[in-house]
């Protein structure tokens, strides 16, 4: 914004916003290369600094960037990027060995979370279709705390692994919530996109769920794991699973999702080309979505309208309640104790990738206003360091426990 005075006077292509892909690249990787020295600093988590950087370096603030087509490409990346990586670190074996109550808890962390937040809608005057999708919002969560689990030697846990197991439950529910959403806001929820739904979209995962590993094992016979090749055959699965999706009348994040999930058996976690998909991903896709997404965000908007700092409040309460509710019913049924109660909602209270996602489809089909857009974003960052605060302190407290303590 003011910046934008100051740039009258340098050449054409030096013109705040930057417009030229040259000098876009180099503000966007320069920010990329300082960001963990920030976050090691401040002491908080990068993605609160990306998003606060882009945020700074936004049209509402600075006005170096803007975003426009080629922040938007490098977004979309970025985007089904967080959702291909989403899909395969799950945890499916905790799955398949708790999955009862993993279902049960994915049921309660999805569904309270989301009544309240259509509540909470309703409460700030929001109609029924945005009160849906405030409702979703509320719903997933990321395990940003579970790397301190692991670091504690509690992740074999059993609620631990019910609280991982719940979140494929909770992101697949969110998704088709998602979709549900988008289709009624474009008119399209008709016979012919429920029989899509209905029938033709578990018919596409199915063969998705066939088909991939099977290319991706025999591919792995011939070329070496850290091949080029085998990389590239996963990013082609990416965005060719993503497009069939679409074809469907689906979002393309789902089926961004679906992909990761498809080769979740079929690339070890500890392999190189993990480590390829993470390295690419975490060191440019992902932080340049996130920069994109601060780009959005307007602070000001808390000190010209102070009201909208009571937003904030309703949302991290209702959304943070709605998963403390949610882990206190599962535990109360599982026969939990109160630390290992607490634990599995300091691994579902974080908030960030897919409801940033969320959000930002609120914003651009104008469901939600930039009030509560900034409130969304407020309550990720607050969420982020909540979370593995709490998960640090029951933690240790859980490790010291004995096992047979629960259950």
Not at 277 to 300: D, K, Q
């Amino acid at each position: 914004m003011f910046l934008s005075a100051v740039s009258a006077n340098f050449p054409a292509t030096l013109l705040l916003p930057l417009r030229d892909p040259v000098y876009i690249l180099g503000v966007l990787l320069v920010v990329l290369l300082v960001t963990p020295w920030i976050s090691l600093r401040l002491r908080v988590p990068t993605l609160i600094v990306l998003m606060g950087l882009g945020c700074l370096l936004g049209s509402n603030l600075l006005g170096v960037l803007e975003r426009d087509a080629q922040m938007i490409l490098l977004e979309k990346m970025g985007l089904l990027y967080i959702m291909l990586i989403a899909g395969l670190q799950m945890d499916l074996s905790n799955l398949r060995q708790l999955g009862a109550r993993s279902l049960l808890f994915g049921l309660l962390t999805f569904g309270i979370p989301f009544g309240i937040g259509v509540i909470s809608a309703q409460i700030l005057g929001l109609g029924l279709l945005a009160s849906a999708l405030v409702g979703i919002l509320y719903s997933p969560h990321t395990l940003i705390a579970y790397p301190i689990m692991a670091r504690l030697g509690i992740a074999q846990h059993e609620a631990v692994g019910v609280a991982v197991g719940g979140s494929v439950v909770t992101s697949v529910l969110t998704l088709v919530g998602l979709s549900i959403v988008q289709a009624l806001a474009q008119g399209a929820l008709t016979l012919t996109f429920i029989l899509k739904l209905a029938i033709g979209f578990p018919v596409f995962v199915g063969l998705c769920f066939w088909l991939i590993p099977q290319g991706m094992q025999r591919l792995l016979q011939k070329v070496p794991e850290a091949s080029p090749i085998a990389f590239l055959l996963v990013l082609s699965t990416l965005f060719v699973t993503a497009a069939l999706t679409q074809l469907l009348g689906i979002d393309a994040i789902v089926g961004a999702f679906i992909a990761g999930l498809a080769l979740n058996r079929q690339v070890p976690r500890t392999g190189s080309l993990m480590y390829q998909i993470e390295f690419i991903g975490n060191c440019l896709f992902i932080p340049l979505f996130l920069v994109s997404v601060g780009i959005l965000a307007n602070p000001t908007i808390f000190f010209s309208a102070p009201e909208n700092i009571g937003t904030v409040a309703l949302v991290v309460i209702g959304a943070m309640g709605g998963k403390w509710l949610a882990a206190g019913l599962a535990g109360w049924r599982f026969q939990y104790s109160a630390v290992a109660i607490t634990t599995m909602f300091s691994l579902t209270c974080s908030r960030a990738a897919l409801v940033l996602v969320i959000a930002l489809y609120g914003r651009e089909a104008q469901l939600i206003g930039p009030g509560l857009f900034n409130a969304v974003i407020a309550y990720i960052a607050i969420t982020c360091l909540v979370g593995p605060l709490i998960a640090e302190a029951c933690g240790q407290r859980l490790s010291r426990l004995p096992v047979a303590t629960e259950g």
